[in-house]
């Protein structure tokens, strides 16, 4: 009797084996198959991705070709010069123009060379060695120039230019400089209010946009980082307000952070650029800082204090934008939100050729 249960139980061991057996085989054909499957859909995403890549590339370079046939109608024979002051987006539209413009087009800039100020402006030997390294040809060529340089660079280019630059509002500029930069030990409002509190600050602190549009070099010291304050550099004054706002007054186009799309409209229609060549995304963007509207009152005072003249140029900018927008050729609202359409679906990752389609579709539309 026990013989004949234990060969039961291993004939019910061996049929248990078995099937525990033909499981696993078919798990493993079953994950195989799995794994054949997602190679397939790796491989076909990968195919996806390099032919939008492939697409995007083309209509870039295709346009390229649009730019080099068609020159910028508003600039003429003049080089479109952008004076980026710091943390005003300049990055951003600094991105954008590379993008529309062949390397050949504007001025490449060893960033090893600039021989910065106290206030990070570029020297105009920058410019100088630049131009330097190019032939003749070469410089026949450029059609833009931007960089970290204050207003008087004109004076050392090789042609005219239309100049355009953008501007912050005050408070929300020196906040994000204070947090990008290295002024503050520690980045906090409470030591940018310490900070605030001190007689003398680093002469970036005091009307740093005045300061640099004014085009006075005595106000964009060479100096180092401890001794570039108020005390041994001048501060700017009224006549600094005078000579900036009427600097802006000869150029091509002033826009602010706060009205990038505004702006970009504008120069869409002096470059007679479409409006998908501008999308973009915000780059060198101040992490981890404070918002402006959650600042205290008491600040707010003390950063408009050390900035009125800023704060006053802001206005001029917006009063400059004001004018542009006014004198724009088309419908600015309509074309300002296609912009903002284009600019949505490209952060989502439309393709450049499927924005340019959706534009084209949208003027046919307006003018049926």
Known sequence: MIAVLAAERDEFLRQRDEAL????????????????????????????????????????????????MHPAAATGDRLLLFLHIAKTGGMTLADILTRNLATEEYIQIDLAETDASATGIWSTATIERALARLPASGVAKLRAVWGHFRHGIQDHLPKPCATMTLLREP????????????????????????????????????????????????????????????????????????????????????GTTDQFDETLIVLAGDLRWSLSDLVFERVNVTPSRPSADDISDALREQILS???????????????????????????????SLFRELNALYRRGAPTEELRRIEREALRGFSS
């Not at 605030?196 to 085009?215: E, I, P, Y």
């Not at 009125?308 to 542009?324: G, M, P, S, T």
């Open 171 to 254: 408070v929300d500029r020196l906040i994000s400089a204070a947090f990008y930069t290295d002024l503050l030990a520690e980045k906090s409002l409470e030591a940018l209010e310490d900070y605030l509190d001190r007689k003398h600050h680093h002469v970036g602190v005091d009307n740093a946009m005045t300061r640099l549009l004014s085009g006075r070099t005595a106000l964009d010291p060479v100096a180092p980082e401890p001794d570039a304050t108020t005390e041994n550099f001048p501060r700017v004054g009224e006549a600094d307000l005078e000579a900036a706002a009427g600097n802006l007054e000869s150029y091509l186009l002033v």
């Open 306 to 336: 050390r900035s009125r003249y800023d704060a006053a140029l802001f206005e001029h900018a917006r009063a400059h934008l004001r004018r542009r927008v006014a004198g724009y050729r088309g419908d600015f609202g309509r074309d300002l």
């Open 21 to 68: 057996g033909e499981r696993n085989e078919y798990l493993r054909q079953r994950d195989e198959a799995l794994g054949e499957r997602n190679e397939y859909l790796r491989q076909r995403d990968e195919a996806l991705g390099e032919r939008n890549r492939l697409a995007d590339r083309s209509a870039r370079y295709l346009h390229r070709a649009d730019v080099i």
